[in-house]
């Protein structure tokens, strides 16, 4: 897959992937300073899901992950338009802030049943933009699946849930 290079193409790329209906939406902070993003399927975030995927449906590979996430009605989003993982705390705790409102339009307009808070440390910016729109559904919160295996594993054991109901829903 291309790797796009700015916030615009990558936005473009995720819009690619969006779901008719999008029953579960993931949250994210941001997409990385480093230029990784999980539409690129060049990113931790994405291996972490297409592993969890897999295990519970073994024709998903790299080659059609992506399809197959939208397929089931997920859809990943940000919180921030522009990444954040580069800004000292209180410039990211801001920035987080001031992207509630735009988040809470994504919502309105999406109306999933399900929202999954991929970053602990955004559940309060998620949950202020909620508290802004009618939405009414499921909340869950995982922890990134970042560097240690501890949290790779809570993500997989919280998400396989949320996944095989989605399996029995099409």
């Keep these: 897959m291309k790797k796009c290079r700015?916030?615009?193409?990558q936005e473009t790329l995720r819009r690619s992937f969006q779901p008719d209906h999008v029953k579960l939406l993931f949250?994210?902070?941001?997409?990385?300073?480093?230029?990784?993003?999980?539409?690129?399927?060049?990113?931790?975030?994405?291996?972490?899901?297409r592993d969890t995927f897999a295990v519970?449906?073994?024709?998903?590979?790299?080659?059609?992950?992506?399809s197959r996430f939208q397929?089931?009605?997920?859809y990943l989003v940000d919180l921030c338009a522009d990444p954040?993982?580069?800004?000292?705390?209180?410039?990211?705790?801001?920035?987080?802030?001031?992207?509630?409102?735009?988040?809470?339009?994504?919502?309105d307009a999406l109306k999933p049943l399900t929202i999954a808070i991929l970053l602990r440390s955004i559940e309060a910016n998620v949950n202020r933009?909620?508290?802004?729109?009618?939405?009414?559904g499921s909340l869950i919160a995982l922890p990134y699946p970042g560097r240690?295996?501890?949290?790779?594993?809570?993500?997989?054991?919280l998400l396989t849930p949320v996944i095989r109901e989605l399996s029995r829903t099409d």
């Design 148 to 157: 240690w295996a501890r949290l790779r594993t809570e993500f997989a054991t």
């Design 84 to 107: 954040v993982d580069n800004l000292q705390p209180k410039a990211r705790r801001t920035a987080c802030a001031m992207a509630e409102d735009a988040l809470a339009q994504t919502i």
């Design 6 to 9: 700015n916030s615009a193409a």
């Design 27 to 49: 949250v994210g902070e941001s997409p990385p300073a480093s230029g990784r993003f999980f539409y690129q399927a060049d990113s931790g975030l994405y291996r972490a899901f």
């Design 129 to 136: 933009a909620i508290a802004k729109t009618n939405w009414s």
């Design 71 to 74: 397929e089931y009605g997920c």
């Design 56 to 66: 519970l449906d073994s024709s998903i590979n790299d080659a059609n992950f992506l």
